[in-house]
């Protein structure tokens, strides 16, 4: 995880009304808009521990200015990105913990809930690495795309089993996360080939999986992961590729069972190009979506720390997990 996340920084911000956001949570929040804290289990992981530092560094006076002041913190945090929908749900776990009749016993239960959250982030990855190496046999070869750290659980545990796999790994433009994936897999043993995006087609023939993770899951079974996921799905089918998801259910989007959809994070024009570049074509319009929706007719699996399940099963497991949608804690008075 990001080293930034454990510094103890002395300035304080002085956020809205009568609450208090530490430096601390100013800068994983900056880090997480940033993408310098990235990938949905890590912003996951960095929102508990900075709910964890706001409590712990908290001076509030009274238990409600200390709830005041949680709430606050994770409003500030959870604006920072829209689409990974981990980040409110880590956001909720730690602050649904939020009980006490003193500041020091709401400080012992934030500080408990934020250790078993990250706790069991951990453990899901390993349990759902397990469940996505069954899938791959010995020989096989898997195509990828962005960087996912629940992807690569499913790769590593494969190779401890002792698996020999190859991998063929998008680039994944505009910020070139494939070659986080490449470095990371090459560190597994795996045998690599990076290729640009646009090349994909082509290669699938030599693929035996689509390996990629998820940013949110809806209710449906559609898979929201970064840029370029739908088009690979839709070559995949058409190749006759089953398509795996991997995902912990942290990535699933209970507000998506009451009808809302998720917003798609938009992101500066300069990822995509430079300003001299673009002032050089001349007048134009740059999009820069960061993520994009796959149906569910163009997954085969999405693989969680609960097994797997075909997309439109995974309703069921939703409702188990979150009854029948979400709450808000951040946003209650
Ligand atoms: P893990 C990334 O998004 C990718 O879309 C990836 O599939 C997803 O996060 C999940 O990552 P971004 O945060 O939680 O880089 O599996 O925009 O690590």
Not at 163 to 168: E, G, R, V, Y
Not at 206 to 216: E, P, R
Not at 303 to 324: A, C, K, N, Y
């Amino acid at each position: 995880m990001n080293s930034l996340l454990f510094l103890v920084l002395p300035l304080e911000f002085k956020g809205m009304g009568d609450s208090t956001i530490t430096a601390d949570v100013e800068a994983v929040a900056g880090d997480i808009e940033a993408m310098e804290i990235r990938g949905a289990a890590t912003i996951a992981d960095a929102a508990a521990q900075a709910l964890r530092t706001q409590a712990e560094e908290s001076e509030a006076a009274s238990a409600g200015a200390f709830r005041t002041e949680m709430r606050a913190a994770a409003r500030h945090l959870h604006d920072t990105r829209p689409t990974a929908v981990s980040l409110p749900n880590a956001l909720r776990y730690v602050l649904q913990r939020m009980e006490g009749a003193t500041v020091s016993e709401l400080q012992a239960n934030i500080r408990a809930a934020a250790d078993e959250f990250c706790h069991r982030l951990d453990r899901a990855q390993e349990d759902l690495g397990e469940v996505g190496a069954n899938r791959l046999r010995d020989g096989d070869v898997v195509m990828t795309h962005c960087h996912s750290t629940d992807a690569l659980a499913c790769v590593e545990a494969a190779v401890e089993q002792g698996k020999d796999l190859s991998a063929i790994v998008k680039e994944t433009r505009p910020r070139n996360q494939g070659h986080i994936t490449a470095e990371q897999l090459r560190e597994l043993g795996v045998d690599v080939t990076l290729i640009v995006d646009s090349a994909a087609r082509r290669y699938l023939d030599d693929a035996d999986h689509v390996l990629v993770g998820a940013d949110s899951i809806a209710a449906d079974g559609s898979v929201i992961n970064k840029i370029g996921t739908s088009g690979l799905a839709v070559n995949a089918r058409e190749r006759g590729v089953p398509i795996m998801v991997a995902a912990q259910t942290i990535k699933l989007h209970p507000a998506t069972m009451t009808g809302h959809t998720v917003e798609i994070e938009m992101r500066d024009e300069q990822e995509v190009v430079s300003d001299e570049d673009r002032a050089e074509i001349g007048d134009i319009a740059v999009e820069n979506p960061a993520f994009d929706v796959t149906p569910p007719r163009h997954v085969d699996a999405i693989v969680t720390e609960r097994g797997q399940f075909p997309p439109e099963s995974i309703v069921t497991l939703m409702r188990e997990l979150f009854g029948q949608g979400p709450t808000e804690p951040w946003n209650e008075e």
